[in-house]
């Protein structure tokens, strides 16, 4: 089973940038073979979708709020799944969780379709 591990977290103004990295190790698939997600759950509240990346990287999803300021992107190469994060607004505040969906050809935004999750980035975003 793939393991997962977040980076890239911080504290930023509002109007800033961050650019979170999720690493995938220790499977025996292709990392090209994971439908890879993004996740983010702030306090009090329920774990939300944020952005989901199909294996090939030809299909992208967003969630409404993030549309226009987040990139999700991979590089099969290295393993490795990105969001970049512009025009944060304290709204953004959050823990982000990168998450692996291993059932070929699935692109889901609901967080109980993915079987790997990393541990989490802080993310906040100051006013």
């Known amino acids: 089973q793939a393991q997962l591990v977040e980076s890239g977290g911080g504290l930023v103004q509002a109007g800033g940038s961050l650019r979170l990295s999720c690493a995938a190790s220790g499977s025996g698939r292709a990392f090209s073979t994971y439908t890879m997600g993004w996740f983010r759950q702030a306090p009090g509240k329920e774990r939300e979708f944020v952005a989901v990346?199909?294996?090939?990287?030809?299909?992208?999803y967003y969630t409404n709020a993030v549309k226009g300021r987040f990139t999700i992107s991979r590089d099969n190469a290295k393993n490795t799944v990105y969001l970049q994060m512009n025009t944060l607004k304290p709204e953004d505040t959050a823990v982000y969780y990168c998450?692996?969906?291993?059932?070929?050809?699935?692109?889901?935004?609901?967080?109980?379709?993915?079987?790997?999750w990393g541990q989490g980035t802080q993310v906040t975003v100051s006013s």
């Open positions: 998450a692996a969906d291993s059932r070929w050809g699935r692109v889901s935004i609901t967080w109980d379709s993915y079987n790997t």
């Open positions: 990346i199909s294996g090939s990287g030809n299909g992208i």
